[in-house]
C-alpha cells in the first residue's frame, strides 16, 4: 500500500484533497501545521485536517471555486474549513493576518504521496512553538504541538 492510498483509505476516501488541490492551480499557498510536520520528517502521523495558507486577495475566488465543485464552507473567526461529501478530511483555510506571506513562501515536498506547497521548516518550527505556548489551546492541542517540534529536532539530529 502507498503512503497516499494509506491516507486515502484513513481520512479521505472521496479524493477531497485531489479535488482541493487542482482549484490550486494558479493560486500560491502553503501548507501549515502537522501535515506540514510530515513534510519534513521521515514517519508521518495521520491528521484528518489539513492546514492550508493562501493570500487574502485569493481567498474569495478559491470558495467561490470550492463550493461550486461541491464543497461545504463553514466561516471560522480564524479559518474557513472544507469538507466535502464522503470524506473525513477538513481542510482549515487560515485567515490570520500573520499566515499571510506564508503563502507565497512554499517549497514543493512529498507529503503521504502529495506533491505539497508547505511552509519552510523554520516558519513550521516557529508556528509550532507559537501555538504551543498559548494558554487559551487545549492542553492536548498544545502536547501534540510539543511531540511535532521534538519529531523536527530528532530529525534534524538524523
Do not use: W
Not at 482541493?20 to 501535515?35: C, E, H, K, Q, T
Not at 467561490?64 to 463553514?74: C, I, M
Not at 506564508?102 to 505539497?116: E, N, Q
Not at 511535532?148 to 530528532?154: F, G, Q, T, V
Amino acid at each position: 500500500m502507498t503512503n497516499k492510498m494509506f491516507f486515502q483509505a484513513v481520512t479521505d476516501q472521496s479524493n477531497a484533497l485531489d479535488l482541493f488541490l487542482s482549484l490550486l492551480n494558479d493560486i500560491p499557498y502553503a501548507v501549515i501545521g502537522g501535515v506540514a510536520v510530515n513534510a519534513y520528517c521521515t514517519e508521518p502521523v495521520v491528521t484528518r485536517d489539513v492546514d492550508v495558507c493562501v493570500r487574502k486577495d485569493d481567498l474569495k475566488p478559491l470558495l467561490a471555486r470550492a463550493k461550486k465543485v461541491g464543497f461545504a464552507v463553514t466561516r471560522h473567526r480564524a479559518t474557513v474549513d472544507l469538507t466535502f461529501p464522503g470524506s473525513d478530511l477538513k481542510i482549515q483555510l487560515q485567515r490570520r493576518p500573520e499566515y499571510q506571506d506564508l503563502a507565497t513562501k512554499g517549497v514543493k515536498r512529498s507529503v503521504m504521496g502529495y506533491d505539497l506547497f508547505v511552509a519552510p521548516k523554520e516558519d513550521v518550527i516557529a508556528e509550532k512553538i507559537k501555538v504551543s505556548m498559548k494558554p487559551s489551546r487545549p492542553l492536548s492541542k498544545r502536547l501534540k504541538d510539543q511531540s511535532d517540534i521534538a519529531r523536527l529536532e530528532e530529525e534534524d539530529a538524523k
